[in-house]
């Protein structure tokens, strides 16, 4: 079992910055790969951004360089850096771990971006 843990969301301002993080436990966490997917009221989840063990990096279509992924093998974290918030973001922010085919979940947390 892989357990994420994730905390940093909030109630903000459009054009505010948060930063998310996702504690990950359970299994050796630098054979992971996290990603952050989020889900707005309505809508299906959508994929955020990704990083495998190595940091490869893989980002969905929308942030276009507004969001950060990155992750410290040392803390067993991954962080979401958003810049730039826009009323759209608004959503749960869910961190999610895949190895060997199996993929977990954390709780999510909420973010919300008024205008």
């Known amino acids: 079992q892989v357990q994420l843990v994730e905390s940093g969301g909030g109630s903000v301002q459009a054009g505010d910055s948060l930063s998310l993080s996702c504690v990950v436990s359970?299994?050796?966490?630098?054979?992971?790969?996290v990603g952050w997917l989020r889900q707005a009221p309505g809508k299906e989840r959508e994929f955020v951004a990704a990083?495998?063990?190595?940091?490869?990096?893989y980002y969905g279509d929308f942030p276009k360089g507004r969001f950060t992924i990155s992750r410290d093998n040392a803390k067993n974290t991954v962080y979401l850096q958003m810049n730039s918030l826009k009323p759209e973001d608004t959503a749960v922010y869910y961190c999610?771990?895949?190895?060997?085919?199996?993929?977990?979940w954390g709780q999510g947390t909420q973010v919300t971006v008024s205008s």
């Open positions: 999610n771990g895949a190895l060997g085919g199996s993929y977990f």
């Open positions: 359970g299994r050796p966490f630098d054979s992971i790969i």
């Open positions: 990083i495998t063990r190595t940091k490869a990096i």
